[in-house]
């Protein structure tokens, strides 16, 4: 009948009885006991008689019943010696072994987890765990290392979710410092900045001297754009290792984003002082020609990115900088070369389009065209090089299809203000008015202080006929540029159109002033 759970029920009341009728020797006692196994009985009892008979047989029975009390831990320990030594193969044997002894043994499950984690059996390992887990629910490294199994499959959810749950739990120090690290990481892949700050700034309160984790908290808020925040712990990673050179350029590229003179003059001294520490950094040379290329010194700026080209003749970044230099030095053809040269060696959606301007830059806008194209086949993701194509059709008049890219355009970059301003004219072209209304109205919420936008909402009032509302939009976009002859001209149209004929003509004054100085200048 194969009952042996009520087999050994009985034979066990058989042996606590152990009166009336049946009578059992110690020995027999002791082998039911361990039969049983109550182990912990079976010895007690032939203790007693090893004592008084301290014969072979006696001490033979004693030691295996010692040995079997004893055989899962013994399993157990064979699993951290052959797991040490790398033979996982053996040790998952072992722990089979264990778990067949006493199948309720958690610690033989994670091991099992473990060593199938390190075996790259992975799905197979979040099986064991899980078993582990419903056993004893408080198992934080039974749910750390599934965490951990989640993130090789890249189920970054379910990862999220048993990382969570460690934290919760009465995890050691070592055990939570990694889970925010590990999850931190994770994060940051999701381009989830915020979290992945919060866990970085927890890991690094926990391991104050880790200068990784500073580096990565810092990397966070300049993600974030918390660019100060961001200045702190870059400066806190060069305090616990001062020759840390990704400190010193994240800083130095963090003071680039504060947008005035002090700080870009403090970024440069950081990329000046990685530099010092080591000549040949290639990353340093080229933020520090970028650094000189925004202070407007072309010329050292140029010198540095072809130090940076010299020191390693594969750097595309070095020679993207030089032809942004280049393009701005007005020398078109050299700009040209440097970016072909980077296409060559890494052809990346960003150079394509870079390459696309400088050809609009020669009045190349066909082949500019084409390489904007490329640039999306490459990247259909890439913003950039659908503004880019969008204002060549604008350029061209083609506004359908210029409105089209534009939405392209907003689709991966929400925030690309002139590409919205430029939908909304190109739909204005197109009487979608309600668009290029919406349009208007989020540009200049975003952008309160750009004359363009009130200029270009005006003759959008215009085609309207709301010449009133044209009126005090072309007198804000005067107020924030005063000397526009293009605003005085369109204001002088507008108010002539509501009867204010003096104003007009005193626009049209100032019109053609403006005008006669700018051609003298």
Known sequence: MRCYDLAKFTIY?????????????????ALIYSFCENHDKAIQVLDGITL?????????????????????????????????????????????????????SVRAYVYRGVLKYYSRNYKLAITDLTTAINMDKNSYIAFYNRALCYTKINEL???????????????????????????????????????????????????????????ATAVCYHRNKEFEEA????????????????????????????????????AQKDFLKALHFNPVYTKARICLGYNLQAQG????????????????PKSYLAYEGRAVVCLQMGDNFAAFQDINAAIKINATAEFLTNRGVIHEFMGQQQNAMRDYQEAISLNPTY?????????????????????DYFSKALKFDPENECATMNRAIANTVLK?????????????????????????????????????????????????????????????????????????????????DLQEHASVV
């Not at 009341?13 to 006692?29: F, R, T």
């Not at 001062?242 to 350029?249: E, M, S, T």
């Not at 090089?385 to 060549?392: C, K, L, S």
């Not at 005006?458 to 509302?469: G, N, S, T, V």
Request: charged share 20%; aromatic share 14%; glycine share 4%.
């Open 52 to 104: 008084n008979k301290p014969d072979v047989p006696m001490c033979t029975l004693l030691a295996k019943a010692q040995m079997k009390a004893k055989r899962n831990k013994a399993y157990l320990s064979r699993v951290a010696y052959y797991g040490l030594k790398g033979r996982y193969s053996k040790a998952i044997l072992s722990c089979n072994e264990a778990i067949k002894i006493y199948p309720q």
């Open 157 to 215: 959810q379910m990862a999220l979710t048993d990382y969570g749950i460690v934290l919760l739990l009465n995890a050691g120090e070592t055990v939570t410092l990694n889970t925010f690290i590990n999850r931190g990481l994770i994060y940051a892949e999701l381009e989830q900045f915020n979290f992945a700050l919060e866990d970085f700034k927890q890991a690094a309160l926990i391991s104050k001297t880790n200068v990784s984790l500073c580096q």
């Open 231 to 266: 200045v702190n712990f870059f400066t806190w990673a060069v305090k616990i290792d001062p020759r840390f050179l990704d400190a010193y350029i994240g800083r130095g590229n963090s003071y680039m984003e504060y947008g005035h003179d002090e700080a870009t003059k403090q």
């Open 13 to 29: 009341q058989v042996a606590e009885l152990n009166k009336g009728l049946i009578e059992l020797s110690p020995i027999q006692q």
């Open 297 to 312: 010194k072309f010329q050292k700026a140029w010198n540095h990115f072809t130090i940076a080209m010299e020191v390693d």
């Open 383 to 403: 913003s950039l090089a659908y503004f880019n194509a969008g204002n060549i059709y604008f350029h061209h008049r083609q506004f359908s299809q210029a409105s």
């Open 432 to 512: 979608r008015y309600e668009e290029a209304k919406e349009d208007f109205a989020y540009v200049v919420e975003s952008c309160p202080l750009w004359a363009a936008v009130y200029f270009n909402r005006a003759y959008f009032y215009c085609c309207l006929k709301q010449y009133e509302l044209a009126e005090e939009d072309l007198s804000k976009a005067l107020s924030l540029k005063p000397n526009d002859a293009l605003i005085y001209n369109l204001r002088a149209e507008v108010r002539g159109k509501i009867g204010l004929i003096e104003e007009a003509m005193a626009d049209y004054n100032k019109a053609l």
